[in-house]
Antibody
Framework: QVQLVQSGVEVEEPGASVTVSCKTSGYTFANYGVSWVRQAPGQGLQWMGWISGYNGHSIYAQEFQGRVTMATDTSTSTVYMELRSLTSDDTAVYYC??????????????WGQGTMVTVSS | EIVLTQSPGTLSLSPGERVSLSCRAS???????LAWYQQKLGQAPRLLIY???SRATGIPDRFSGSGSGTHFTLSISRVEPEDFAVYYCQQYGSSPITFGQGTRLDIK
């Protein structure tokens, strides 16, 4: 079945970087894109950006421009999201979610289980 | 960016009741590209409705979506015990994608 399986819990100090992975299976990687959505404790959902599984093209939300990088590994059908210069405001659950392969704007039919990232000294 | 405002913030209902959740957009949502998600505590969101009114795969027909332009509604015809959760609307008609702040459905 279609699955997105994310890497585990991360605890980082302020100023550090974190990389979260999202391994996809059960579908043709190039036929879809993946977005990243985060959710701070007790808060709503915030879209961070998108990457195409077809050509690796990415689009980032303005708030994260210059601080986030998304990448794909087509050999393992895995998507990576790196967030740099972490602050306590980045403490959140980070989700990957499947969407369209050619445009960043889409509904998300399959979600990963989420990765808790805690930023604390 | 398009701001989505959901109302009410919280609803308390008994199983079997009908409910309608509102999502209003700060500007028209292109082509009705509006989705609804259900999120239970400790779980990832689940897609319920896309394109304002199309049910996602496996979603029971007690869930329905309607609306266009700047006002959208998610209705549950008869609330089941497993429906008590937080519901989010999302617009994907223009970038950046945005979500509403959520409506919590509580058991009365």
């Amino acid at each position: 079945q279609v699955q997105l399986v994310q890497s585990g819990v991360e605890v980082e100090e302020p100023g550090a970087s974190v990389t979260v992975s999202c391994k996809t299976s059960g579908y043709t990687f190039a036929n879809y894109g993946v977005s990243w959505v985060r959710q701070a404790p007790g808060q709503g959902l915030q879209w961070m950006g998108w990457i195409s599984g077809y050509n690796g093209h990415s689009i980032y939300a303005q708030e994260f421009q210059g601080r986030v990088t998304m990448a794909t590994d087509t050999s393992t059908s895995t998507v990576y999201m790196e967030l740099r210069s972490l602050t306590s405001d980045d403490t959140a659950v980070y989700y990957c979610a499947r969407g369209n392969y050619y445009i960043s704007t889409d509904a998300f039919d399959i979600w990963g289980q989420g990765t808790m990232v805690t930023v604390s000294s | 960016e398009i701001v989505l405002t959901q109302s009410p913030g919280t609803l308390s209902l008994s199983p079997g009741e009908r409910v309608s959740l509102s999502c209003r957009a700060s500007q028209s949502v292109s082509a009705g590209y509006l989705a609804w998600y259900q999120q239970k505590l400790g779980q990832a969101p689940r897609l319920l409705i896309y394109g304002a009114s199309s049910r996602a795969t496996g979603i029971p027909d007690r869930f329905s979506g309607s609306g266009s332009g700047t006002h959208f509604t998610l209705s549950i015809s008869r609330v089941e015990p497993e429906d008590f959760a937080v519901y989010y609307c999302q617009q994907y008609g223009s970038s950046p994608i945005t979500f509403g702040q959520g409506t919590r459905l509580d058991i009365k």
